[in-house]
């Protein structure tokens, strides 16, 4: 019997998706072997020692990590201010690199990076959108290609968090660059994944006519001081004519709910309208209840299993990816528009060069 290879694979960054990560790889991949775990914050060994294989080697820095656990990939699930320079080092330590969504914040380092990923083009880079690898988003996917629901024209959706009562992401809002472009980037890459932004351009470089965004601090008055919200809504006007709308929330009090209509001429298609954990009722003097979807985190593990399977087999065996670098660094700039839109207060449009046009990329409102 022939042992089949593994991708020796690192992982930075344990926090709530991280943690999620880890488990996934070290007990779910037979393809990837983690060879080590990485995280700045005090008491993350023990963590590791505690939840992972005494295989895995711990190191609290990411570069002695990258340099000596061995790795020939990285997986960097780390907060997103640091993305983009950790990304920078795998790549020029010639490390394949699989990073969460968003590359970064603003759109002129998102380019730099993704510049950077292609002039390396013998490494691997993938930012997993984890929608692209959910079975259902994939069966509607099918129905788009075989034009079962005929022409795709829009695509409505809404994401909305369960209320915190710890407000965590308040703080968290202070690096995530704002709910446009923490969470509003799944809902971009979801629109884009249906709308076939690509075909009936007459300039290819511009797929973005305009976008406006609207928001509320409803609850969180003290997202403001971030030039956030707690709630949101986004329009964007493709290039080709078609329409994406959607409404991000932080503010939901019975769980999580994430929900995307595909409008095509012969039919549409929802998905997640009913955003019930289970099949179970409970029927009583206050009616029928069912319990919710309490967050998004309980969605991951298939969609994760799914993204870090197609990485491994991508770098084993030369197979495709879902998404490509051009994928996350369109979502950016639409996203960092809505960002500014909202925070200014004035539809954004773009250039003929496909970008946003605002003052200044890089700057906060
Ligand atoms: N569906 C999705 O695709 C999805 C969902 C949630 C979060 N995310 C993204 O995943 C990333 C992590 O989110 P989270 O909720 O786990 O955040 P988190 O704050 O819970 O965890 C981040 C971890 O990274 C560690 N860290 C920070 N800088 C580091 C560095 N330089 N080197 C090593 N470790 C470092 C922190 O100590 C922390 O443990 C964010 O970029 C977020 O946008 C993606």
């Not at 967050?295 to 993204?307: P, T």
Request: one cysteine or more.
């Amino acid at each position: 019997m022939t042992t089949q290879p593994r991708l020796k694979l690192a992982l930075i960054g344990l926090g709530r998706l991280g943690a999620i990560r880890a488990r996934i790889l070290a007990f779910q991949q037979p393809r990837i072997e983690l060879v080590a775990a990485c995280d700045t914050k005090p008491g993350a060994d023990e963590w590791a020692a505690s939840n992972l294989p005494p295989s895995v080697k711990f190191f609290d820095d990411p570069e002695d990590c990258m340099k000596n656990s061995g790795a020939e990939a990285v997986l960097i699930s780390t907060a997103t201010a640091t993305h983009a320079p950790l990304i920078l080092n795998a790549l020029d330590l010639g490390l394949h690199v699989m990073c969460e969504k968003p590359i970064s914040v603003d759109v002129i380092t998102t380019e730099e990076v993704v510049a950077k990923a292609a002039s390396k083009p013998h490494l691997k880079f993938l930012v997993p959108f984890c929608r692209r690898y959910d079975d259902s988003y994939r069966q509607v996917k099918q129905m788009v290609v075989d034009g079962s629901l005929g022409e795709i024209h829009a695509v409505e959706s809404s994401c909305i968090d369960q209320q915190d009562p710890t407000g965590f992401f308040v703080k968290f809002s202070e690096q995530s660059g704002g709910i446009f472009v923490d969470m509003g980037v799944h809902d971009i890459d979801i629109g884009r994944y249906y709308l076939d932004v690509k075909s009936g351009l007459t300039n290819p470089k511009k797929q973005v006519n305009r976008v406006v965004a609207m928001g509320q601090q409803a609850v969180y008055g003290e997202l403001a001081q971030y030039g956030d919200c707690d709630n949101g809504w986004a329009l964007v006007e493709f290039a080709n004519g078609k329409i994406l709308t959607f409404h991000l929330g932080r503010t939901l009090t019975n769980g999580f709910e994430g929900m995307t209509r595909v409008c095509g001429t012969k039919a549409h298609s929802v998905i997640n309208a009913n955003s019930t954990v289970n099949r179970v009722e409970v029927r009583d003097s206050h009616g029928v209840r069912t319990a919710t979807t309490p967050d998004a985190f309980v969605l991951y593990d298939k969609s994760f299993i799914k993204d870090l399977e197609e990485f491994a087999t991508a770098i084993l065996d030369g197979g495709s990816l879902t998404c490509a670098p051009e994928d996350a660094y369109e979502a950016a700039k639409i996203a960092t528009a809505l960002q500014y839109s909202f925070r200014n207060g004035v539809p954004v449009y773009f250039d003929d060069n496909g970008l946003p046009i605002m003052e200044d990329a890089k700057a906060r409102a």
